[in-house]
């Protein structure tokens, strides 16, 4: 028992460490400013989709991560308990219980076994494996299922105090626990079996209670009596010392620790010592959520959501970072809102350099921290630290007003040379060592060559020699000892064993003439060069190659600061919109944001890689940003989804799907648009309530040619889209297995059906002129009959068809099995049914058809297949069954192809139109 028992309290401790590793956590503070109808909240839920439902003191709250939806139809009630059930919302308030159709947005009150009243008080709705919905009222247990409702009391008055269920748990199969205002109830739903334990009569005065079951112990919250912990199988309960007396609203469980929303804050309590646990060593909360009332609680993946009274909705967010901002808790430093420009990590010992606070050194074998400004250190030039290079076993710091040598074995600083320029008020941005060990400096006063064996200087390179224009603020020795130089107006290259230099370096293109941000040559020798506006130029080693990757390709923006290369050769590429991992032979790449942990995305041009740790470090406006690259789970995603729809300006609700459904955004598949309805916005969140926005890339196919780029945006827009069909893909930027799809369909305009009907108006035109041409051809030429007498001529006109009675018993003989296979088969709904395919159904050739039309029936083709088509719609129509169907749905059900066809043809019929029908 005592092994057990250590091994239990090893198993807290380390879960409580995990919970600690998380502590540099993000909490988000939401209420009525941001759409909220009140700040009490008296229960929180997760739907399938991922949106949180928030049950308020005056109706129904929805967030989305960016936007809070209020549903007024529930203004009126006190809800206590959501839950889901196929595409369902169930909502149980003070006054009554309904369900919303998510897809439809209908809502509908469940009520009472009477069908007459409604379900009052429902404080609890759990749905079991079995698909089983139980109810838990202040009038009794019901129980739902395919439909029927079943209600069950365990004392013969319903208002007695056995029957005010505050809470129901499963612990299995036909065992379920339930606290009621009498006590504890052992229910089994199967044979209806009961069993009562009073809690020595603490549940009587409760005005709240909640469950939780942990393996064989019941913990049962009650407002105002505390926590009691229930052994389920020797029926004892145990009075949590820690917790006597104070108010508690909500249990949530998470082997091995319970958290508790109390009168005095969020609580943990240790399922294996039944002792509270600090908070501090869970989570890191802010001190609303520490010490005053929580009225409910909600456990999610990456956090947790909290209900502080009147303190409104609180996010606490726990996932682990992927990025974080370097700290030594032990030694009470963190780099967190500083400005770091410069740092180098060494094996145990890092250099951090500021960007006004000068430098700082911390040791961390020998567990300490020195910090050095200029005004506590005169041998430092400035606070500005622009570079640090490891030089001898000494760090040279380059600052901008002069460069030193820093010794952190003495902690003391030194010259590094006596020559001028050295001496003088230089700027030092950047340092490099070619092949030969001399070093070059990159200045504002041009590019300093050192010869490091004799100690002078080899070259210089002023300003005013013309040479290079601009500062020259960034220098790279790349693997064939080329210096590459980088000013504020462009690119050049100096062959070091040559002495030769170069600005005309592109194939192809014409220099560039902007600010250069970072060199970089990766494992395969290929130069990258990253600039201030036009995003990375990569050029092969022989700089004959050249290619460019910017916002059209794969960035989420044009300015990238630095690239550096991990062991698997992805490539890391630090932007203003974040990180982005790129590898180069698959072409897949990644963005890293704000929700990995990338607080700030302003980065220097200062980024290491240790491969020994696999981490990267990168100097960062918000500190010195660091990543395990181990640690990084580039594999998950999060399908966008659909939160919002404005067309042509107005918010909509609902929406009509292709097959004239009304159906929420939220669920929808396909969007169907009048004409002039082609102007729209579409809002999309990933569900992460990250305080940033979402990064998506989208494409409409039908309109945009490639994929677009939406960067920490959480809307989309199109305008005056022409009548047509189109497919909206979206997807996570960088993610495309994330990919989503909608089809849109924009109707035809009324100008575009005029222009129509006057084209097929010129057409039957010409063709009729064509025709009558003909005809006068044969009138001439058709002389039957010539008479002796030159001046007498007589013309024989024959009819196109003689109707003689064996024809007329033949076309009615055609007539009757066209009926008959009308009536027996329906080819009418066929919207593309021809008159040759109804002649070969029945084995006649066309033209005795469309002869049988002319003559027996006096009429043509197309009415006589509509008259059937408006006799389908009328009795659809009529029956009811169809009363939620738009007009075009049914009609499109009966065969006819458009809306035109449609109206023009019960027009012409039925001497009314559709709508003028309906209304009789």
């Known amino acids: 028992m005592r092994i057990r028992h250590l091994l239990s309290l090893i198993i807290l401790i380390l879960s409580i460490g995990e919970y600690s590793y998380a502590r540099e956590s993000d909490y988000r503070n939401l209420g009525t400013k941001d759409g909220f109808s009140n700040l009490t909240c008296y229960s929180i839920f997760k739907d399938s989709k991922g949106f949180i439902w928030f049950g308020m003191n005056n109706g129904l709250n929805r967030f989305d991560g960016v936007n809070v939806k209020v549903y007024p139809e529930f203004e009126d009630s006190q809800i206590f308990s959501i839950s889901e059930k196929d595409n369902y919302l169930w909502i149980g308030s003070s006054n009554r219980l309904k369900r919303m159709n998510l897809v439809t947005e209908k809502i509908d009150e469940i009520l009472s076994t009477d069908e007459k009243s409604s379900i009052k008080g429902v404080r609890d709705l759990y749905i079991s494996d079995d698909n089983i919905l139980y109810i838990a009222s202040e009038t009794g247990l019901y129980m739902y299922r395919d439909g029927k409702l079943e209600h069950h009391i365990f004392e013969s008055n319903v208002l007695s105090s056995a029957n005010f269920i505050f809470s129901i748990v499963e612990e299995k199969k036909d065992s379920y626990w339930l606290i009621t205002r009498k006590g504890l109830i052992h229910f089994n739903p199967t044979n209806k079996s009961s069993e009562l334990y009073t809690l020595n009569n603490a549940a009587q005065l409760a005005k709240q209670a909640s469950l939780v079951f942990t393996d064989n112990t019941l913990y049962i919250g009650l407002f105002p009596e505390g926590i009691i912990a229930f052994d389920c199988k020797s029926k004892q309960m145990d009075v949590l010392k820690d917790f006597k007396g104070i108010d508690v609203s909500k249990l949530i469980y998470e082997k091995p620790l319970i958290y508790a929303a109390t009168g005095k804050g969020l609580k943990t309590i240790s399922t294996l010592t039944n002792r509270e646990v600090s908070i501090d060593d869970v989570l890191d909360i802010p001190n609303n959520v520490r010490i005053n009332n929580i009225s409910s609680l909600l456990k999610v993946q990456n956090g947790y959501w909290v ?63 020195k910090k050095f400004t200029s005004k506590s250190t005169p041998e430092l030039p400035g606070n500005l630290i622009l570079f640090i290079k490891p030089y001898n076993n000494k760090y040279l710091i380059g600052t901008y007003t002069g460069l030193t040598v820093f010794d952190p074995k003495t902690l003391t600083f030194s010259s590094f040379s006596d020559e001028k320029v050295f001496q003088e008020n230089t700027a030092f941005y950047y340092c490099e060592e070619d092949k030969n060990n001399n070093l070059w400096f990159a200045t504002n006063k041009g590019l300093i060559n050192y010869n490091t064996k004799n100690r002078t200087l080899n070259k210089y390179l002023g300003m005013s020699t013309g040479v290079i224009a601009g500062d020259i603020n960034l220098i790279y020795c790349d693997s064939k000892n080329r210096l590459w130089i980088g000013t504020t107006s462009g690119v050049h290259l100096l062959d070091i064993p040559s002495g030769i230099l170069k600005s005309d370096i592109f194939p192809k293109v014409e220099p560039l003439k902007e600010e250069i941000k970072y060199f970089f040559e990766d494992s395969r020798h290929f130069i990258w060069i990253c600039t201030q506006k036009d995003g990375v130029i990569r050029l092969n080693q022989e700089l004959t190659e050249l290619k460019t990757f910017s916002t059209q390709n794969i960035l989420p923006n044009n300015v990238v600061s630095s690239i550096i290369e991990d062991k698997n050769n992805n490539l890391w590429f630090a932007t203003l919109s974040g990180i982005l991992k790129f590898n180069p032979n698959t072409e897949r790449y990644r963005l890293f944001g704000y929700s990995e942990g990338i607080t700030n995305s302003f980065f220097y041009n200062r980024v290491q890689y240790d491969s020994k740790d696999n981490t990267i470090w990168w100097a960062n406006g918000d500190g010195l940003l660091t990543a395990n690259l181990d640690h990084i789970d580039d594999k998950s995603f999060s399908i966008p989804q659909i939160v919002s729809i404005t067309i042509s300006g107005k918010k909509m609700s609902l929406i009509n799907d292709e097959n004239g459904n009304r159906i929420t955004p939220e669920y929808m598949q396909s969007l169907s648009l009048e004409s002039g309805e082609n102007t729209i916005r579409i809002a999309f969140s990933l569900l992460n309530f990250s305080f940033s926005k979402g990064s998506y890339e989208y494409m409409l196919e039908g309109y945009d040619k490639d994929w677009q780029k939406s960067i920490e945006n ?9 009548a047509g069909s189109y497919l909206l893909k979206i997807r996570e930027f960088g993610k495309p297995e994330s990919e989503r799809s909608v089809k849109i369909r924009v109707s035809e305009t009324f100008f575009s059906y005029i222009v129509i009907f006057l084209a097929i108006i010129f057409i039957v035109f010409i063709a009729f002129i064509i025709y009558w041409k003909k005809i006068r051809v044969a009138k001439t030429e058709n002389v039957a009959v010539v008479s002796e007498t030159p001046q007498e001529v007589v013309l024989e006109n024959k009819p196109k068809y003689k109707f003689s009675k064996t024809d007329k018993e033949r076309l009615e003989k055609i007539y009757n099995e066209l009926i008959e296979y009308i009536k027996a088969n329906k080819p009418y709904t066929n919207p593309d049914l021809k008159l040759s395919d109804l002649a070969s159904e029945i084995n006649y050739p066309p033209y005795e058809l469309s002869k049988m039309f002319s003559l027996y029936l006096n009429k043509n083709y197309y009415d006589f297949i509509n008259e059937f088509r408006i006799n389908l719609f009328k009795e659809l129509a009529d029956s009811g069954e169809y009363k939620n169907y738009t007009l075009m749905s049914i009609a499109e059900q009966c065969g006819f192809k458009s809306k035109s066809s449609f109206y023009g043809a019960f027009k012409k019929i039925m001497n009314t139109t559709p709508n003028e029908y309906i209304k009789r």
């Open 307 to 369: 209900n502080v009274f009147q303190g409104g909705i609180y996010y606490i967010e726990t996932l682990k970072r992927k990025f974080e901002v370097y700290s030594q808790l032990s030694l009470q430093y963190s780099t967190k809102g500083n400005t770091i420009r410069s740092f180098w990590v060494g094996k145990n010992e890092i250099l951090v350099g500021t960007k006004e606070y000068g430098l700082d050194y911390i040791s961390e074998d020998r567990a300490f921290v």
């Open 714 to 722: 959480d809307e989309i827009e199109y305008s005056n889209l022409a």
